[in-house]
């Protein structure tokens, strides 16, 4: 269903899009403009945290419409303030900068990360160490931290001070530090790369290294955080403190939001004039934040996202025995799910939306599963009855092929 880039829209032909149009959305499910209802399992990658159309964010959104939507942070935001309080209140964090996007997230804390030691009399480290199959956004510099060619080829010269070393090696990352370095920037959990989980050792020990060499461990929870994996942010698994990190996705629940926290050490350099943004902050995005932490941060939210991380699972791990024709692995936590597929991840994603669920490409042939994380015990069901449906249909034509 995937087409070819339409050389008669309007639109760049950057993007290659499914043939489906979306009129409405009910909770978990979102509703085609012929009809057709299809089970959420996108989740507009990882960003309806909440599904669509929750009516707790219908109503924080509209009752601030009805007030203000822009004054520029050029003077004080109620919103701004009080949610800046109850992320430093949950986190590592102190200090909090909001963004419109996660590439701009990232792009404060890399800025932060610099201006730490510029201000610490350091500014020769301006260097950031990064793993290969990272993902950190679009911009000039967050693909260059990211590093992967496709992203990078074209763009003119590679934004200077960003070393990338194997996923997992760890003499390569020793032999990557140097006297220019200022951090290590990682993921908890990398998403695009095919939701590859670092193991809660690995995360350890990074924060040991920065301690010993002087050095911020940034993290980029942009699509692992706001209660994705079961826990409010993934590195609380491994009960390390990260000195940066950089959030988005899920903490809009479909807002433009992003947040970059730090420790008041880290952001020590970010001092009056040094950064700034237009929108970021703005007061609807922070009655849309509130709301969605009103609702995170309530009493057993954080349950229902591990219990239906078990359940999925516990399917899944049913259709890899039956299956093992179309897949081979399930990884992820909470509701951070990947299943590698054996057949082309497209044509599985394909199969998927012809028995109504929507699911997510990633890295390493895997196909995503980012529910809103509201989701029942009998919609996840509903799903691995559709998932299930899709994998046969796979597997009947898989072996009429082999025949
Ligand atoms: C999506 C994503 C980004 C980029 O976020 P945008 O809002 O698209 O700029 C950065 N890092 C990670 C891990 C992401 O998943």
Known sequence: MSVAPDSSSPLYGTYARAAVRFERGEGVWLIAEDGTRYLDFAGGVAVSSLGHVHPHLVEALK????????????????GQIRLAERLTAATFADKAFFTNSGAEALECAIKTARRYHYVNGRPERFRIVTFEGAFHGRTLATIAAGGQAKYLEGFGPKVEGFDQVPFGDKEALAAAIGPETAGILIEPIQGEGGIRVVPR????????????????????????????????????WADVRPDIMAVAKGIGG???????????????????????????????????????LDVVLAEGFMDNVRERSLQIKQALAGMLDRYPDVVSDIRGEGLLLGVKAVVPNGELIAAMRQHGMLAVPAGDNVVRLLPPLIISAEDVREGMERMEGAIASLSAATARKTA
């Open 254 to 292: 479909g807002f433009p939001l992003g947040v970059c926290l730090a420790t008041a050490e880290a952001a020590a350099g970010m001092t009056t004039g040094t950064h700034g943004t237009t929108y970021g902050g703005n007061p609807l995005a922070m009655a849309v934040g509130n709301a969605v």
């Open 63 to 78: 009752a601030q419409a009805e007030k203000v939507w822009h004054v520029s942070n050029l003077v004080e935001i109620p």
């Open 201 to 236: 050792e690995m995360l350890r020990s990074l924060r040991e290294l920065c301690d010993r060499e002087g050095l911020l461990l940034i993290l980029d929870e942009v699509q692992c955080g706001t209660g994705r994996t079961g826990r409010l942010f993934a590195h609380e």
